[in-house]
């Protein structure tokens, strides 16, 4: 599947938001293309070690990303038109579930507020998915996730290179097998447009801020979590060397 030009404002990943970190006010703008002012400057000194913008950005990140693919994953479970969709769907709900509960255990240790709703770009994708029927979900489901997850890659990587917190390497190490996993099973369905996915990675569109910040949570509102649906049966791991349970609590040390 060819991927438009007019489409590629839909299939940029940002895991973009913003949070409040204990006296900090809520910031207008954090992701993958409206960066950190000075990702390198600490803005917390914890008991897992300092915490800087850009930990505190990857944590918002991880989160974001779960609460667009995790109901993707739900409608590919649905939805999907062949057992390599439906598995691959599979793979999105358990992976994020259990991602999603070491995130928010992480940020909890860390005074990192999290949002409970995606930013109307990554609600674009769902979107999107909702609306396809047919072959045509089964192809943007493996196009738009198989981007989105090889966009956040190269960022994973550099947060736990540069880290000097307990939790955000461990938060990372999560994360890794995660999105490999993810890419893996995309790639897998046989449906990924290697020859755009390619472009679209080298030729990012340029997004108004607006469509990629979150709203805040409100005050007092309930953490969302993730749940996979009853009867659910977790997948194996395609990652080599995954952890066994990603889903424990991480500890620090």
């Known amino acids: 599947m060819r991927i438009s030009r007019t ?3 839909t299939l940029f990943v940002t895991g973009a938001l913003a949070l409040t970190l204990t006296a900090l006010v809520y910031p207008s703008m954090l992701g993958v293309q409206t960066v950190s002012s000075a990702p390198s400057r600490v803005i917390a000194n914890t008991s897992a070690g300092p915490l800087t913008e850009a930990d505190r950005d990857f944590v918002v990140k991880v989160r974001a990303a779960g609460l667009w693919e995790f109901p993707s994953g739900e409608l590919a479970l649905k939805k999907g038109t062949t057992p ?3 598995t691959a769907g599979a793979h999105l709900v358990n992976g994020h579930a259990n991602l999603d509960a070491v995130d928010r255990k992480v940020a909890a240790e860390l005074g990192i507020t999290l949002p409970n709703q995606p930013s109307p770009q990554q609600q ?4 999107t998915l909702t609306n396809d029927t047919g072959k045509k979900f089964d192809q943007d489901l493996a196009n738009i996730l198989r981007l989105t997850h090889g966009q956040i890659f190269p960022a994973i ?3 736990r290179a540069t880290t ?3 939790l955000v390497r461990q938060l990372a190490d999560v994360a890794n097998d995660t999105v490999l996993d993810h890419i893996t099973v995309m790639e897998q369905t046989g449906l990924v447009d290697f020859d755009s996915l390619v472009f679209q990675e080298t030729t990012p569109p340029k997004l108004p801020k607006s469509s990629l910040t979150p709203p805040a949570p409100q005050p007092g509102e309930p953490t969302v979590v993730l749940s996979p649906p009853p009867g659910f049966t ?3 791991s395609t990652t080599p060397g995954a952890a066994a ?3 424990a609590a991480p500890t620090t040390g």
């Open 124 to 127: 674009g994708f769902v979107t």
């Open 84 to 86: 390599a969709v439906r």
């Open 234 to 236: 977790p997948p194996p």
């Open 157 to 159: 990587a550099n947060i």
């Open 7 to 9: 489409a590629a404002g």
């Open 164 to 166: 000097k917190n307990t």
């Open 245 to 247: 349970n990603p889903g």
